[in-house]
């Protein structure tokens, strides 16, 4: 039996995603529904993507017995009230990142998935990559040593984008980029809670973060560097070192294809899309799909990849950089 997925939002990533499960094989995976609050721009997209149903309200698709997971592609200020509609009604959901606007409404969402008994995942799509699940066997094996110094950047000129600058969209880089260094941090420390963190940011004139830099410190004396920026491009790689050797991810960190052992390069090639693309890499998007369906498959309600204490996690780290920073949101105060 195909996975069916109902898609929340007809936006770019919604578009991405639906291109990247035409990779995967049909009868394990199909798009049965998409929901925007604009009838219009549902049956547009349906249509474009050959889906059979088009709603013009999410609570309609909440309803729909023909769906076994929702797929959570709004903007993450409307991830709360939405995710609620459909854990509330019993949905299994993959909500796209960043889980949430902070950890008050990331943990919301998990009380709730818990209490309605349905699944429910953060999209850090980066936890599912083939590089990213080869790193966490080179770790669990021990290759490189013990891990001492883990580096992760990501920059990139955005300040054209309202989503990236403006306050009421959840702009800044640590909501939309960081999150993907800080993961990465939390994924080779394997979901550690860090014993320091220090921030020190830039802001724009909006109040949101235009730059960050974080230091972590972790028991046994194992430090982590996050660098990130909406401003300008910074190597966006990242680089696990360890007592006996290192570990590279090669641009791009977040979607990789390459992986570097102790100088010897291995490569991990994508499925070409069908369509083009609105963001780098997004056939690796098939990767998240397919661990939603063998955990759904398996009667799990959280991903062990990205577990939903580890989303908690991430999301308090992410509250303490922006209170160090001095960026607050609406959402903060309620």
Known sequence: MATRWGLCGAGKISHDFTVAMKTLPAGNHKIVAVASRILQNAEEFAKKHSIPTAYGSYKEMAKDPEIDIIYLG????????????????????????????????????IASARENNVFLMEGIWSRCFPVHVEVCRLLAEDTVGEVKMVKAYFGSPM???????????????????????????????????????????????????????VVLKFSRNRMAICGFSNSVALPNDATISGTKGTIMVPS?????????????????????????LHYTNSTGLRYEAEEVRQCL?????????????ESSLLSEIMDEARRQVGVAFPQDSE
């Open 74 to 109: 709004v903007l993450h200020t409307q991830h709360l009230r939405v995710g609620l509609l459909f854990l509330q009604a019993k949905r299994n959901v993959l909500c796209e990142k960043p889980f949430a606007m902070n950890s008050r409404e990331v943990k919301q969402l």
């Open 159 to 213: 300040l054209h984008i309202p989503r990236a600058v403006e306050k009421e969209l959840g702009g800044g880089a640590l909501l939309d980029i960081g999150v993907y260094c800080l993961q990465f941090v939390l994924m080779v420390f394997r979901g550690e809670r860090p014993e320091s963190l220090h921030a020190t940011g830039v802001r724009l004139e909006t109040g949101v973060d235009e730059s960050m830099v």
């Open 297 to 309: 498959l398996k009667g799990l309600k959280e991903s062990s990849r990205m577990s939903l204490d």
């Open 252 to 276: 791009p960190m977040w979607c990789p294809n390459r992986l570097v052992l102790n100088g010897q390069e291995s490569q991990y090639p994508l499925p070409e899309p069908s369509m083009p």
